[in-house]
């Protein structure tokens, strides 16, 4: 298919049908409203479901009620949204539910602002909702990368019968790039349902089924939680994602970047190698499972001095990067909230600080 | 000679949770006649909500998920959207409808979503323990009001049929009792038509069922009947409150 101009925001609508997805639910909130506008008028073309819920709470459990009856679905937030709708991921998880939620994040914390910004890391990565539950994030660097996420997402969340999310900063879903839709990630659903209560005589079945996270009994539930920890423990082992950037040769300083921020730190990257000055990077495509070894590996290659978290928000990742380093190497951080944006050479000269 | 009574098919043969003298049992059996009557248990999905009735499940035979507190009807909402040829049900207390999850619900029904509610209005929180309710009488004791509700302070009780019927959007709207049989059979008539109009594709529908509480009133179950005829009934009238065809049908109204 030929490469068309879009945004963020519409490509991420039409990733979902391309890839099979006709079931959407949602509530305006900038700056993703442009998904549940493209989709308004997109959804009744394919035969779709296309509904505007009266709350971020309400259309979550739209999306589990949905899920539980075994429909592809799923539905797009930004950040104060996705709080409302983290206590349904949390039963979604619980309940073995797929659902695919997309947040194209912005600054924060409480009404925060409209603009770009990642600072919704920790509550994607490590929670958001209550109890023993993770999701497999996936943070697009460009509008292709988020076709390409929103599209494996559905057959992950599948895989899984968890919840995934794309984690995307609000430049991913304003900006206009060029797409195309690749027709190799077309999917159908991948299981076959018999868990869903989608009703006994379309399972042809007379055993009914529950979707349900209660577990009165602790044994039960203790038995519950291994159960989910095993998923999440197998999404570690076969899940992980990450792009390694200028690695090969020797370098003296090692960025780990994702999303929109790390297509400014590869500007930095170039602007270092002409002053002479090699730094590699890693950037996490999935942010659960984290890439803990490529980070390992990267920041112990002798020539390098320093790792450099650098994020749009106050150093979320910094925790994950120091995880994985060991204290083998010095971790800093820098980044801006809000909206503000790194440059290039706010980059180089913070990095050029850390190598001396 | 045949069987004149049994146990309805979409009933599981178990024993239930409920106090003695509650009026879950007789709603639960009254929902599972219904839908063998209809023929409709093998595309059913219920939704059981947080409350007493979370367990609810347990006691019927065919689909059922598991709500958060107030969230039954948004999840209905879903199933129903993307699956219209189930027929779908909220069953639903005072705590869950009336208080937490009166966003969804008014919504759902305004948008005239194609599934059926049962609301039971026992006028306490049962499972936390007795807690004051949105449908506490004036002047009622419970764990949080234990000088009785003030209406000075907390209001008066919402009466959520009337809050339903009040919404321009067609829908049935009824309430009735089960407190004596008599009740019983037009409780059972009530919720009959109403899931009706959910397999005709029709109309919203919302059955308002007052009920007791024995535990939680502090009455043995006889004493807990006379209190809802004496103190429920006068501000809670039985009847049909809306028809899709835009009024009650003749005789129903209250």
Redo the contacts between chains.
Sequence with gaps: MAKVLMKGNEAIGEAAIRAGCLNYFAYPITPQSEVAEYLSKRMPEVGGVFLQGESEVAVSYMIFGAAAAGARVFTTSSSPGISLMSEAISYIAGAQCPAVFVNIMRGGPGLGGILPSQADYLQATKGGGHGDYRMLVMAPASVQEAVEMVMQAFPLAEKYRNPVMILGDGLIGQMMEPVEFPDNLKTEPSNKNDWATNGMDTRGSQTRNLVKSLYLDPEVLNKHNLTLKAKYDRMKREEIRFEAHNTDGDYQALIVSYGTMSRVCRTAIDLLKDQGIEVGMIRPQTLFPYPEQAVLEAASKASCKAVASIEMNMGQMVEDIERSVRGRRPVSWFGKCGGEVPTPEEVLEVVKGLIG | MGKTFQKPLALADTITHYCPGCTHGVIHRLVAEVIDELGV?????G??PVGCA?LA?NY?????????HG?AP??????K???P??IVFTYQGDGDLASIGM??II?AANRGEKFTTIFVNNAVYGMTGGQMAPTTMPNQRTTTSPFGRNVDDVGMPIKVAELIAALQTPAYVVREAVITPKNILKAKKAMKKAFEYQVAGRCYSFVELVSTCPTNWGLTPVDAVKWAQNTMLPYYPLGELKTPEGKPAPGAEH
């Design positions: 248990r093998g595309r059913t999905v939704i059981a979370v499940y019927f035979t065919f689909d059922f998920q598991e709500a958060a969230r948004a999840m209905a909402t879903g199933i959207r993307v699956r040829d189930l966003g969804e919504h």
